[in-house]
């Protein structure tokens, strides 16, 4: 697939920008601080209905401006769509596809596919747990957009059931053993089995997952690096050992029932769910060693490309080509790692780099160049 067109309002920096695109490769070049990660900012939010940079909307509407819009023409085969956000930080976003009425933005997952690199990624590799949980689950409802609905039914009711916990934590530490606490307790039960069911669904989806990824990332680890892996997918679940066993939801279901039966009495104690996909760990090995405290820093970097390749791999052949964002990486990577990821992206149907300087977008990347200057976008 590929974008045609792409439009901003009041998104970031820009009050307003309209960029036309073509298949191929596009660079967009420019100083810093001139709004071209902004550009592309903008392609990931339409993929993902989030930025890679910031969690929430607020900074994504230009200063001073209330609301902000992205829009982009999607072409897959021969069949073009529009959509459009609308984001509206502090009340609900809109959408809409092909002009027509408003739709939930999570309908609009899917229509436009993307894979993005960026310097951030090697937080996949050296950042904490939710880095590594991100990654799996926005990969996982690009192959399978009604997982958004999943994860957004399995935050509400790690929600609820947190706040329950609370109150019975609460009502235990002031030796009341009346009001708030018993009811709370009774009801957590049914929380349970809502949590249960949620999070079997996510976690069935993550190992699925993870057994596709992982010869594709130990492919593209040794494209990029070669001799330098074997790469290994570890899932690491809070809900123990059994997880590698569990073949179907309903073992999984069990299996976090089970653990969260077990964990209830410390759960009281502390007020907060301990056990769920939401505490688990994507262990990254190089090796027979873990990737995080152990590898070199090439070693992070050639690892957190793994994965962005990989992703790509799975999409392309799941689903077709999504658009490829390389976002400021050609001047964070070694002469030897950049020619081999410039070689490996460049047959794509799309490709948006951004660049500070046009030596750092290799020469294979030669294509449609943009220069971006104090929110101008302009063809060169
Ligand atoms: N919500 C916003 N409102 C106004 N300006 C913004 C907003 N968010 C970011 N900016 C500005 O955008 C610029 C950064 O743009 P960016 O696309 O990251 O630059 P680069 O060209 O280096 O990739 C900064 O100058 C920042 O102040
Ligand atoms: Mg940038």
Do not use: C
């Given at each position: 697939?590929?974008?045609t067109?792409?439009s901003?309002?009041?998104?970031?920096?820009y009050?307003?920008?309209?960029?036309a695109l073509?298949?191929g490769?596009?660079?967009?070049?420019?100083p810093?601080?001139?709004g071209?990660?902004?550009?592309?900012?903008?392609v990931?939010?339409?993929?993902?209905?989030?930025?890679h940079?910031?969690?929430?909307?607020?900074?994504?509407?230009r200063?001073g401006a209330?609301?902000?819009v992205?829009?982009?023409?999607?072409?897959?085969?021969?069949?073009q769509?529009?959509?459009?956000?609308e984001?509206n930080?502090?009340?609900?976003?809109?959408?809409?596809?092909?002009?027509s009425?408003?739709?939930?933005p999570?309908?609009?997952?899917?229509?436009?596919?993307s894979?993005l690199?960026a310097?951030?990624?090697?937080a996949?590799?050296?950042?904490?747990?939710?880095?590594?949980?991100?990654?799996?689950?926005e990969l996982i409802?690009?192959?399978?957009?009604?997982?958004?609905?999943?994860r957004?039914d399995?935050?509400?009711?790690l929600?609820q059931r947190?706040?329950l916990?609370?109150?019975?934590?609460l009502?235990?530490?002031h030796?009341?053993?009346?009001g708030?606490?018993?009811?709370?307790?009774?009801?957590?039960d049914v929380?349970?089995?809502?949590?249960a069911r949620?999070g079997?669904?996510?976690?069935?989806?993550?190992?699925?997952?993870?057994?596709?990824?992982?010869?594709?990332?130990?492919?593209?680890y040794?494209?990029?690096?070669?001799?330098g892996g074997?790469v290994l997918?570890?899932?690491?679940?809070?809900?123990g050992?059994?997880l590698?066993?569990?073949?179907?939801?309903?073992?999984?279901?069990?299996?976090l029932?089970?653990?969260?039966?077990?964990?209830?009495?410390q759960?009281?104690?502390?007020?907060?769910?301990?056990?769920?996909?939401?505490?688990?760990?994507l262990?990254?090995k190089?090796?027979?060693?873990?990737?995080?405290?152990y590898?070199?820093?090439?070693?992070?970097?050639?690892?957190a490309?793994?994965l962005r390749?990989?992703s790509y791999?799975?999409?392309r052949t799941e689903?077709?080509?999504?658009?490829?964002?390389?976002?400021?990486?050609?001047?964070?990577?070694?002469e030897?790692?950049?020619?081999?990821?410039?070689?490996?992206?460049?047959?794509?149907?799309q490709?948006?780099?951004?660049a500070a300087?046009?030596?750092?977008?290799?020469q294979?990347?030669a294509?449609?160049?943009?220069?971006?200057?104090?929110?101008?976008?302009?063809?060169?």
């Amino acid at each position: 697939m590929h974008v045609t067109h792409l439009s901003l309002a009041d998104f970031r920096s820009y009050v307003r920008a309209e960029v036309a695109l073509a298949p191929g490769v596009t660079a967009f070049v420019g100083p810093n601080g001139q709004g071209k990660t902004n550009l592309v900012e903008a392609v990931g939010y339409l993929a993902t209905l989030g930025s890679h940079r910031v969690s929430s909307d607020t900074p994504l509407v230009r200063m001073g401006a209330e609301r902000a819009v992205v829009r982009a023409a999607v072409v897959q085969g021969d069949r073009q769509q529009l959509i459009e956000l609308e984001l509206n930080p502090g009340k609900s976003n809109r959408a809409r596809i092909n002009r027509s009425s408003q739709v939930r933005p999570r309908d609009v997952l899917g229509i436009l596919r993307s894979v993005l690199f960026a310097p951030e990624d090697l937080a996949l590799v050296k950042g904490d747990p939710g880095e590594r949980r991100r990654f799996l689950d926005e990969l996982i409802t690009a192959r399978a957009p009604r997982m958004a609905g999943v994860r957004s039914d399995y935050d509400r009711v790690l929600k609820q059931r947190n706040t329950l916990l609370k109150t019975a934590a609460l009502a235990r530490r002031h030796g009341s053993r009346s009001g708030g606490g018993d009811a709370a307790l009774s009801t957590l039960d049914v929380w349970d089995q809502h949590l249960a069911r949620a999070g079997a669904e996510l976690l069935a989806q993550r190992l699925d997952l993870i057994s596709v990824l992982q010869p594709l990332a130990d492919k593209a680890y040794e494209q990029l690096a070669p001799g330098g892996g074997p790469v290994l997918l570890e899932y690491r679940g809070s809900a123990g050992e059994g997880l590698a066993g569990a073949g179907s939801r309903e073992e999984l279901y069990e299996l976090l029932m089970a653990a969260l039966t077990e964990a209830r009495k410390q759960e009281i104690e502390r007020g907060v769910t301990l056990v769920g996909p939401h505490r688990d760990d994507l262990v990254l090995k190089l090796g027979r060693l873990p990737a995080k405290g152990y590898a070199s820093h090439g070693e992070s970097w050639s690892y957190a490309l793994a994965l962005r390749l990989a992703s790509y791999d799975l999409l392309r052949t799941e689903a077709g080509e999504p658009v490829l964002v390389l976002d400021d990486v050609f001047a964070e990577l070694d002469e030897r790692r950049r020619e081999r990821l410039a070689e490996l992206v460049a047959p794509g149907e799309q490709v948006l780099v951004t660049a500070a300087v046009e030596d750092d977008v290799p020469q294979v990347l030669a294509g449609t160049r943009y220069a971006v200057s104090e929110g101008e976008v302009r063809p060169v």
